[in-house]
């Protein structure tokens, strides 16, 4: 379905709220709305473009920040369910 979708997901760190928009059944944008967790969202900032550019949420991980990583992976995933 289109629209924007939001999930949340979480590690032992916090919590990531990830946003993910889809026109025409791709995805277009994909974004960390809000970072719930103990260390800074800037080492992950690249993810959200390999969500667009892999039009999924397997996102590669991140050396030092894998549990955000895995966070932001759950967030889209819960997105991308809400879409379906």
Same mark, same amino acid.
């Given at each position: 379905? !289109?629209?924007r979708f939001t999930?949340?997901? &979480? /590690?032992?760190?916090?919590?990531i709220l990830?946003a993910?928009?889809?026109t025409g059944?791709?995805i277009? %944008?994909?974004?960390?709305?809000? /970072?719930?967790?103990?260390?800074? /969202? &800037?080492?992950?900032? *690249?993810?959200?473009?390999?969500?667009?550019?892999?039009q %999924?949420?397997e996102v590669?991980?991140?050396s030092?920040?894998?549990? %955000?990583? !895995?966070a932001?992976y759950?967030a889209?995933?819960?997105?991308l *369910?809400?879409?379906?």
């Amino acid at each position: 379905a !289109d629209g924007r979708f939001t999930g949340w997901g &979480s /590690c032992r760190h916090g919590q990531i709220l990830a946003a993910v928009v889809i026109t025409g059944g791709r995805i277009v %944008s994909a974004e960390i709305t809000q /970072c719930r967790t103990r260390y800074s /969202c &800037s080492w992950i900032d *690249k993810l959200p473009q390999q969500v667009v550019e892999r039009q %999924s949420e397997e996102v590669d991980a991140v050396s030092g920040a894998t549990e %955000s990583a !895995d966070a932001f992976y759950g967030a889209v995933a819960e997105a991308l *369910k809400q879409a379906r």
